[in-house]
């Protein structure tokens, strides 16, 4: 499609990463799934297509793409206490702790409801999470940011 200079749309992206993420491509399916959200202007929320995206990261325990995928739906306006428990499902499948989280959550004006507190409580006990070494926080828009990004490497 993208070859034969056809830009497609918001639907046929989401097709793409429904299609994607039912055969296990999980790259590929975030990947549709970002150029879905980077086509629309304002973005419905679909907790659906979320939940099966992230439930594919999770399952692999990736919690770099975890906080890719977090930062995604940060810049579409979407994170609330739900994304922000299956960021910490995905750390607590791959044995890790997330370094900031609660602060992280206050940033964004999330409440941490029984289930955040619980898991906050289980990854706390897990060796600390390397990913954060590639995420700096951007004062100027009040966001964690992909170092590798703004580097370019």
């Known amino acids: 499609m993208v070859e034969k200079g056809i830009v497609p749309t918001y639907t046929s992206w989401e097709l793409l990463t429904w299609g994607y993420s039912h055969v296990n491509e999980m790259n590929k ?5 970002k150029k ?33 995928l977090l930062a995604v ?22 044995g890790k702790m997330p370094i900031i989280l609660a602060e992280r959550m206050k940033k964004d004006n999330v409440p941490l409801n029984e289930e955040t507190h619980e898991l906050i409580k ?13 995420l700096s926080y951007d004062a100027k828009c009040g966001l964690y940011r992909n170092n590798l990004e703004s580097t370019g490497g």
Not at 124 to 134: A, F, G, P, R, T
Request: aromatic share 10%; proline share 0%; hydrophobic share 40%.
């Open 29 to 33: 399916a975030l990947e549709c799934f």
């Open 122 to 134: 289980i990854t706390s006990k897990m060796c600390v999470s390397e990913v954060l070494i590639y």
């Open 36 to 68: 879905a959200l980077g086509s629309v202007k304002m973005w419905d929320f679909d907790g659906k297509i979320v939940e099966k995206v992230y439930g594919m990261v999770e399952e692999y325990g990736d919690v770099e793409r975890a906080e890719e």
């Open 73 to 94: 739906l940060h810049d579409a306006g979407h994170v609330n206490t739900e994304i922000y428990n299956l960021l910490l499902r995905t750390y607590a499948k791959a």
